[in-house]
């Protein structure tokens, strides 16, 4: 099979699609979620635990693995699938994400970005070229473009000028590729202005891009805002190309913008809570730190199948964390991780039998959410679980 | 099979001897070494990493769990094996070395050690009797009596005193006893003289314990005091009881001890050193954290059959450890516990097979270590690895 995309179906009562992205480190089925895996491991979990969670495809980061610990190493440990042991898909942001997020700390001009390493201060340069150079020596499965990612409150004009920039700098990115080893995504800019998000998306259509992001979104602006866009802009993307809805990841973000079409999602936050004692399950989120889980010997959820699960009590995940002991962030990533890629696993089975709205409905109504206006809370069933 | 230790064969060459542990979480092949779960859990290890490690048993902490969770939510629990998602056996120590390494927060006296919690300043007070009671709680296999191990300094009356009160602690150990579901094991001191050692030695097994401790070692003496004070005193030990060195663990230790007929070690050195970058080899230590590893793209041992040496690099374990990822801990703690469950696994085989004393030699030898007198660099045979 030829790497790209394939749609292998599409909802009736929504515009959600069941898809594969076809790569060279295998199949990933779609809608997938992506764990991320900034520093080139995801924090906590090993390879072979990845794999027992079923994870198809994870995302690492070209800004910190430039930095630290240099394409030059991960050439020399054989590419980033053999450096860190994942012989599965890998996609790779392009760090134009991370360099706009250093405040006062970039310099932006039309050749690139020049910024200080938020490690030890040295001045770097960025740019198109350099992104697509550094992804390609990675040996990333699916490469992003380098973009201009302003911030969610920045006004009009200057959403306009890096929606702009976006296209100007897709064009150098479509052409500093050296192999089509991989596929290249565009990343869609313009904020929530509907006008500049068509604009910019019709700018990266006519480039020939293998899959197509929306960024800039779940930057600060309002979540009503965020899946307006999502519901707005997704009918106008191309039907045959994947779709990733770049840094969203809550389970209500993943069940609302799969019906609108979107393939594939990232978030730091399935790992970031568990490190911090915010447990995921179908009922709400669970703050495991709270003084009533002490002597509890309930699973985090009797229905989860994941390891944390089948072997450990609130109480001893309590412990753990109170102690700052290591094990609790790995407990805890492994729950939070397998809740989400089950919440698509289920998604996917939803969609191959015809019941994906009614699995929306039911998932949004048990985290406490109004399916019929997913940014309401749910008026009858108040979410059981819900507590932080 | 009734629980309790049973003496498969003695080495003709050494003083070593093979062994069984029977408990009601399993058999405990010996000589073994003990992983470290001071706070109910190995420090970034699972439970089902500890099972492919081949850990038979490990030892938990009475000072930690009785401050934290505290005995009654371990109880709640279900016990430390329930809790901790740990089907084999445990050890527990008494909490004796700990309370007495709080210096200045200790009141001693012939009741027991009033103490502050190192984690909020509480007042507690641990006697012999409320430590049986708290390991019966937790329902450890091996339940070690509440001693009084003096600093590796002290002066001989000191280490007189704390060894005559030992045995008085040890019968209200035994008379405390209120069950025979586990095995309870008596603490000789008497620090690095060897009289006061044979005095402890024959108070001890005038009572009727299962095993027999060697504590107060490796606290400050000298490594060969330390294993003059072994070899005097192990041929003296009953022989068909199990003995076990208490906190020691480096790889010369477990080979030298063995052959002066102990069976059981424990030691945070593994997964505390992997920790903090220094990892075992046959060949010597090394510290992952040195430039020269940065683009190594061998592994820590291409011998090592640990999950760690199967999958990754030295020059990705080096960017783990110095981006500060959990993961770092988790790969260098399964590769150092392996090695020294492997090397334990290599000496119970060496003895079933008549070999140990060559197995002992060669390992020696290539840890640089003189077979001949072990405190000594071995002239000929520079390690290899050795840098640290």
Known sequence: MKIGFEVLGEDGATRA????????????????????????????????????????????????????????????????????????????????????????????????????SHLDGSRHLLTPEKSIAIQETLGSDVIMAFDHCPPGQAPVPEVRAAMERTARWARRCIDARTNDRYQLFGIVQGGIDLDLRRASLADLTALPFDGYALG?????????????????????????????????????????????????????????????????????????RNLKHRTDDRPIDAACACYTCRNFSRGYLRHLSKANEILFATLASLHNLHYLLDLMRGARAALDAGTFASYRAEHLLRRGVDPDDPTRQASSTPPRAAEV
């Not at 994947?242 to 594939?264: K, Q, W």
Request: charged share 20%; aromatic share 6%.
């Open 17 to 116: 699609r069941r898809g594969r992205l076809h790569t060279l480190h295998g199949t990933v089925e779609t809608p997938v979620f992506m764990p991320v895996g900034t520093q080139a491991t995801v924090k906590g979990v090993t390879p072979a635990q990845l794999h027992e969670l079923g994870v198809e495809i994870l995302l690492s980061n070209t800004y910190h693995l430039y930095l630290r610990p240099g394409p030059e190493v991960v050439h020399a440990l054989g590419g980033l699938h053999k450096m860190m042991g994942w012989d599965r898909a890998i996609l790779t942001d392009s760090g134009g994400f991370q360099v706009f997020s250093l405040r006062d700390l970039s310099k932006i001009d039309e050749h690139g970005v020049t910024f200080a």
């Open 216 to 288: 800039g979104l779940s930057v600060g602006e309002s979540r009503a805002a965020t899946w307006s866009t999502i519901a707005a802009v997704t009918p106008t993307m191309p039907v045959d190309k994947a779709r990733y809805l770049m840094g969203v990841g809550t389970p209500e973000d993943l069940l609302v913008s799969v019906a609108h079409g979107v393939d594939m999602f990232d978030c730091v936050l399935p790992t970031r809570n568990a490190r911090n004692g915010r447990l995921l399950t179908a009922d709400g989120d669970l703050n495991i």
